[in-house]
């Protein structure tokens, strides 16, 4: 018998599919996050937005802005502002790399996805990305479309 791992897969709280398509994903990075309960709490709902957040650094730390957490709605008068900034949990290197790709080389740093690790902690995924151009996306929008023919063609084939 084979004492393998199983990984358990992660519960996704939040996904960035736009990203993938308005940006070219360079590098990417794992990061915590700082969460009250009540944010936490809302979730695990799944029921939160990611679309238009981004990170930048602030005084030697990295922060999420524009994550949208909706309150969570059994918690009354202690619940959470939806958008404020969250501070991320990272090395000082990864920082210092952050923040030299977003001064130097004109990058964006985005949030891919929010999901529970294994241990139930809260993680963002960050990556570097580049913003693509108009035309960029009209060839990766064809390409999907042709390799979907592709697939459709050779189904009926055989």
Same mark, same amino acid.
């Given at each position: 018998?084979?004492? !393998?791992? +199983?990984? =358990?897969?992660?519960?996704?709280? =939040?996904?960035?599919?736009?990203? #993938?398509? *308005?940006?070219? %994903?360079?590098?990417?990075? /794992?990061?915590?996050?700082?969460l009250t309960g009540? /944010?936490?709490?809302?979730?695990? +709902?799944?029921?939160?937005? %990611?679309?238009?957040?981004?990170?930048?650094?602030?005084?030697?730390?990295?922060?999420?802005? &524009?994550?949208?957490?909706?309150?969570?709605? /059994?918690? &009354?008068?202690?619940?959470?502002?939806?958008?404020?900034?969250?501070?991320?949990?990272?090395? !000082?290197?990864? %920082? =210092? !790399?952050?923040?030299?790709?977003?001064e130097r080389e004109?990058?964006?740093?985005?949030?891919?996805?929010?999901?529970?690790? *294994?241990?139930?902690?809260?993680?963002?995924?960050?990556?570097?990305?580049?913003?693509?151009?108009?035309?960029?996306? #009209?060839?990766?929008?064809?390409? #999907?479309?042709?390799?979907? *023919? !592709?697939?459709?063609?050779? #189904? *009926?084939?055989?």
């Open positions: 018998m084979s004492s !393998k791992k +199983t990984e =358990a897969p992660r519960k996704i709280a =939040a996904d960035n599919r736009r990203a #993938r398509f *308005d940006f070219e %994903i360079g590098e990417t990075f /794992e990061a915590g996050v700082m009540t /944010e936490v709490k809302s979730l695990r +709902t799944g029921k939160a937005t %990611i679309g238009e957040s981004y990170a930048a650094q602030k005084a030697g730390e990295m922060w999420l802005y &524009n994550a949208y957490i909706p309150e969570y709605l /059994e918690a &009354n008068r202690f619940n959470h502002e939806t958008r404020r900034p969250r501070k991320l949990l990272l090395h !000082k290197r990864q %920082i =210092a !790399k952050l923040g030299h790709a977003v004109g990058m964006t740093v985005v949030a891919l996805k929010i999901y529970f690790n *294994d241990q139930g902690r809260a993680k963002v995924e960050l990556a570097l990305a580049k913003g693509k151009k108009a035309h960029d996306k #009209r060839e990766a929008s064809k390409e #999907r479309d042709w390799a979907r *023919d !592709k697939a459709r063609l050779m #189904r *009926d084939r055989g």
